[in-house]
Structures are given as structure tokens and as C-alpha cells.
């Protein structure tokens, strides 16, 4: 196992996920979490096989879940030959330890997944060494996990040096390579620093966004460009930036890193530079996908990450994108249960809260499908063009 990198094998590995529901979340939203979990794995390479659910007042301190429910996961882990067992949040080194002694498979925790994808996305140099100190940061609390072969070491005089020993040159060995990369993200910073700053003529427009949204997607179809994209988590880790020229009116339009619930701090703090473009944007086009049965909570969540990263309020667009993937569910009338979001016409949802976010615009798209697309471009263009005037007075003539 290389330094700094726990990294799941090319070869596609049979998982199966944990998750707790604890007084703070309903038994309806654990459910989605791990349907989300298990759409992480996916994109990593692994195939869930199974779900456990147990309901406790907090995780347990020692085994996450209790160890009746423990015993389940191990006998399932040893009747269907599981690879891998990913746990819905992040665990201390003692828990993977005692997991590991009664599963006896590998084990992962959200936050060392979402760090494995990062991992297997990053496409340039920038981004490695992003996701390398990240990973280091990350693995520096749990060196002592690594060296549980000393364990069945036996007590007694000459027998207990080794192993700190060990642990404290890698401990020692990866502070160091961490302070190497932090200085090189500092230089790094300092010149995307300049390159924003050689950007300030021009008006700013950052998508943000949830994973796998439609950000990228939408990127190449306002700026012509060939931004890749795929139906899988964390599609782009590089921050791209295209000039988009609309009507006669030019900006810059940046595409950012997805956000995700529980995104690990390790990575918020290594992917500062890129957070700092949505710092620094004029305006933020928040794009949510309508055809996901969670998208008011993944507007939440961006929210708040967005309101972690930057106090100042900036002109929005909301912009609803994959409705071509909308369903809509029409209740018989002697249907009692409760209405869901799949009841609801994309007409009824237009004039819903969504709609009318305070002053923010707001619009609904397919841009796969290129759907009510000029009347994004429109909306886009007006609100670039206010910040524009508000900048540059005497350019009115021009516009």
C-alpha cells in the first residue's frame, strides 16, 4: 500500500453498506443516504450487494453499529465472499480496528471513499497534489491501523520498540511530504491568484452545484467546449474557465468540483483555490437536478457549503436542469397516501417556492436535450449585463 493513497482495486468488488438511523435523521432519509452511498460506490468500481440498517440513539463508540447487528454483517460478509464494507460516515481509527477484527474484509468509511474517487478523477497536476495532501491529512490520525501485523507480536524485553518506531518515521515521513505539498499548493494558489486577477475586466459566472447535476453539461452547451462529462460522481475535479460570448456581450463561465453532503474537510481545505473561484465570481448559476427525488436537499446542502466558503450574497440563477428525466405521477383520486414530489406536474412545480427564491431567477432546462435553452441564455445574459453596466458606466452605449 502505497503512502497517503488507500485506494480501491481496478477490478469492480463486491461491498456492502452501513448506515445508521439515529434520532436525527428519519428512517425515509437513511435510505436515500445510502442509495446515495451505494451510487459513490458505483462510481469507485465496487457493486452493493447488501444494506444494513440499525436504529441507535448515536453510533456506537466502538463498532459503529451494535455487535449483534455486527455479527449479521459479518456472517452475510462470509456467506456472499464481500470485499468490502463502506460505512455511511466517517469512523476512528478503534472503530475500523475492532470492525476489521470481527469482519475481517476490508473496510472503508465515506470520507475514504469520496478521497478514493477524488483520486481516481484527478487529471492534473494540480488536482493530485489537491487530493494527495488530502489523502495524507486523512491518513495520518489511522498510521496505526497500518501496522496491526505487530500486534501479534508477543510482549516482553526487545519486543516493543519496533513497531512505534515504525509508526513514528511514517508519521514523521508524511508530515513532512504534507508541508511539501501545502507550500506547493501556496505557490500553486499564487499563481491562479494572478491568472484571476488578469481575468477582472470581464464579469465572472460560476456554475456550482451538486454532483453529477449537469454542471459540466451545461458548461459545453453555453461555451462550445468538450468539458467531460458522465452520469457518475465527481466527473470534474479541475476547475475549467471558458470566455462564452452571448449575443455581443462576453463573460467568463467557470465550471467547479460538485459539492456532496458530508464532504470531507480534508478536501474543502486542499481544494481552497478552487473554492476560490466561486469566492471570487460576480454571479453563481446553481444548477439542481429537478428529476432527483432529493433535489430540496441538495439545494440545502450547497447553500450551506456555499454560505461555509463565502458570507457574501451574490446575484443567482437557479437553474432546474434534466427535466427531459422528469417523471410525473398522477394520484387516483381514492389515493390516500401521502403526495410525493412524483405527483406534482413540472407546471404545478413552476409555481411552487422554487419559483420564487426571493429575487433570485429561475429557470427549468434539459441541456442534454437542449430544452428551453434560450430562455437560460436570456436570463443569463440580462444578469451579466446589470453587473456589467454597474462596473463599467460609460460602456452602456456598447450594450
Known amino acids: 500500500m502505497s503512502q497517503g493513497h488507500i485506494l480501491i482495486d481496478a477490478v469492480e468488488e463486491r461491498c456492502v453498506l452501513v448506515g445508521v438511523i439515529t434520532s436525527d435523521i428519519t428512517e425515509v432519509q437513511a435510505e436515500e443516504y445510502l442509495d446515495e452511498l451505494e451510487f459513490l460506490a458505483l462510481t469507485a468500481g465496487a457493486i452493493t450487494q447488501k444494506k444494513f440498517f440499525q436504529k441507535l440513539p448515536y453510533p456506537n463508540p466502538k463498532t459503529f453499529v451494535g455487535s449483534g447487528k455486527l455479527e449479521d454483517i459479518a456472517a452475510f460478509v462470509r456467506a456472499a465472499d464481500i470485499d468490502l464494507v463502506i460505512f455511511d460516515d466517517e469512523l476512528s481509527p478503534s472503530q475500523v480496528r475492532n470492525i476489521e477484527k470481527v469482519l475481517?474484509?476490508?473496510?472503508?468509511?465515506?470520507?475514504?471513499?469520496?478521497?478514493?474517487?477524488f483520486a481516481s478523477r484527478a487529471r492534473t497536476s494540480y488536482s493530485k497534489t489537491q487530493v494527495e495532501l488530502a489523502q495524507l491529512q486523512y491518513l495520518l490520525p489511522r498510521l496505526t491501523n497500518l501496522w496491526t501485523h505487530l500486534d501479534r507480536q508477543k510482549g516482553g524485553i526487545g519486543m516493543r520498540g519496533p513497531g512505534e518506531t515504525e509508526i513514528e518515521t511514517d508519521r514523521r515521513i508524511i508530515q513532512d511530504k504534507i508541508a511539501l505539498l501545502?507550500?506547493?499548493?501556496?505557490?500553486?494558489?499564487?499563481?491562479?491568484?494572478?491568472?484571476?486577477?488578469?481575468?477582472g475586466q470581464l464579469v465572472r459566472v460560476a456554475l456550482v452545484g451538486y454532483t453529477n447535476v449537469g454542471k459540466s453539461t451545461v458548461m459545453n452547451l453555453l461555451s462550445k467546449s468538450e468539458v467531460f462529462a458522465e452520469n457518475k460522481l465527481f466527473a470534474t475535479l479541475d476547475t475549467t474557465v471558458r470566455k462564452v460570448v452571448i449575443e455581443n456581450l462576453p463573460f467568463l463561465l467557470t465550471d467547479t468540483v460538485g459539492f456532496i453532503r458530508k464532504l470531507p474537510h480534508q478536501l474543502v481545505e486542499s481544494f481552497k483555490s478552487t473554492l476560490d473561484e466561486v469566492r471570487e465570481a460576480d454571479m453563481l448559476v446553481h444548477i439542481l437536478d429537478i428529476s432527483h427525488p432529493n433535489f430540496e436537499d441538495h439545494f440545502r446542502v450547497v447553500n450551506e457549503t456555499l454560505a461555509e466558503i463565502d458570507k457574501e450574497e451574490k446575484p443567482t440563477i437557479v437553474v432546474f436542469n434534466k427535466v427531459d428525466a422528469f417523471t410525473y405521477t398522477q394520484k387516483d383520486e381514492d389515493d390516500l397516501t401521502p403526495e410525493t414530489q412524483e405527483n406534482h406536474s413540472l407546471e404545478d412545480l413552476k409555481k411552487t417556492w422554487m419559483a420564487k427564491l426571493n429575487d433570485t431567477k429561475c429557470?427549468?432546462?434539459?441541456?442534454?436535450?437542449?430544452?428551453?435553452v434560450e430562455e437560460f441564455k436570456k436570463i443569463l445574459y440580462d444578469e451579466v449585463k446589470k453587473i456589467f453596466q454597474e462596473r463599467y458606466p460609460y460602456h452602456n452605449f456598447l450594450y
Open 182 to 199: 501545502r507550500k506547493k499548493l501556496v505557490k500553486i494558489d499564487k499563481q491562479k491568484s494572478v491568472q484571476r486577477g488578469n481575468r
Open 104 to 117: 475481517e474484509v476490508k473496510i472503508l468509511d465515506r470520507n475514504n471513499l469520496i478521497l478514493d474517487i
Open 363 to 372: 429557470v427549468f432546462i434539459s441541456a442534454k436535450d437542449k430544452e428551453n
